[in-house]
Every structure is written in C-alpha cells, then in structure tokens.
C-alpha cells in the first residue's frame, strides 16, 4: 500500500472514530477543508515497538488501531521534547505525529488532529499547552493526570479534556498506550513544552 493510500485509509478511520464519540463530535466538528500534504515519512524507534505491541483495543476501536499501525512506517514521526527532558528510555519508546492540522499529513487551520504512542512503564511528566486538548484511548490504557483533578484510568474508547495551559501528566503501566487527540483553538501549531 502506498503511503498516501494507507493515510487516506487512516484518515477515514479517524472520522469515523470521530462520528463514533460522542465527547469527539460536542468538542469539534470534523474539518470539511483537508488538503493532502505529501509529507515525507520520517521514522523513529518507537515504530517497532508500535508494531510489535500496540495494546488491547476494543471491538469499536480495532479498525483505527489496525489503520494506525498500517500507517506507522509512512508517517512523518516527532519528539516535541529532548533527551535531557525527558530521557532516551522514554525518546526510544515514544513518538507522535500530526495526521492533519497546520503542518499535518492532511492540511486544515480549524482543528489539530494527532496520534501518540507510548510504551508501558514511562512516566510522561507535567507539561502543558496554549490549546485546549482531548484525548481518547484507541488502544492499551494509561493513568491521566489533570492538575486539581482526580486521576483517571483511561481504556480504549474513554476519553479526557485538558483546558488551555492547564498542566498535566500520564503515566503508562503495564501495557502501552496507542490514542488519537483533538486540538482547538489559538495555537494549533505549536508544541506543548514541560512545565515549571
């Protein structure tokens, strides 16, 4: 499969995961303007350990795991933070990448639509982001932390809003975890950086 067909593939299977989630469709709509980007792959360690493990995913949410994971050796992988912030355990068992927004796969201004990989027993320390963010669970699960919030264990399907600069955390266990986040509003663009 080519990489723009396994993207498109992907795509499809967001939207439809999208239409899928209630919590998804009240917090935006999907983007009626994507435009295909032709951005080059860029690969990192964590597309082993994404293959090889991706996690328990649910009978609604096996399509987008299975997409994802399809997609993973075409996809232009990122680290938004460095080896002295985060530790190269953590560097090696992580990525992320835009499927659509600003500088995405798939070109929009009204959303920011991105997928993470962890793997298990890494301790994603508090950071934050201009923003507003939700997460859903495609695969695995993870404990999400919200400053002056109850932690959360989330699974495939469950979902967990971060309002605007509003510092947080996860923490992954014994298993891996594999989702698929939404971003809205002033600054689409920009990374999340750790907080102080």
């Known amino acids: 499969m080519s990489a723009r067909a396994a993207l498109t593939h992907l795509l499809e299977a967001a939207r439809d995961w999208h239409e899928a989630l209630p919590e998804f469709r009240a917090f935006a709509s999907w983007p009626e303007d994507l435009r295909w980007a032709d951005r080059p792959a860029h690969a990192l360690p964590v597309i082993d350990h994404l293959t090889r493990d991706p996690g328990h995913a649910s009978d609604q949410s096996q399509p987008l795991r299975d997409a994802l994971v399809a997609a993973a050796p075409h996809v232009e992988w990122r ?54 963010e939700l997460y859903s669970v495609v695969s695995g699960r993870a404990l999400f932390h919200l400053r002056n919030a109850p932690d959360l264990m989330l699974e495939p399907g469950q979902t967990r809003f971060h309002p605007a600069n509003a510092p947080h955390a996860m923490t992954t266990l014994t298993d891996p975890i594999l989702t698929l986040v939404l971003w809205r509003g002033a600054g689409l663009g920009d990374d999340p950086r750790m907080s102080q």
Do not use: K
Request: charged share 20%.
């Open 79 to 132: 680290h938004s933070y460095t080896e002295a912030e985060v530790g190269r355990d953590f560097l090696n068992r992580f990525g992320w990448f835009e499927l659509a927004g600003p500088s995405g796969h798939f070109l929009t201004q009204s959303l920011r639509v991105t997928v993470g990989y962890w793997g298990p027993g890494l301790d994603y320390g508090w950071h934050e982001h201009l923003p507003e």
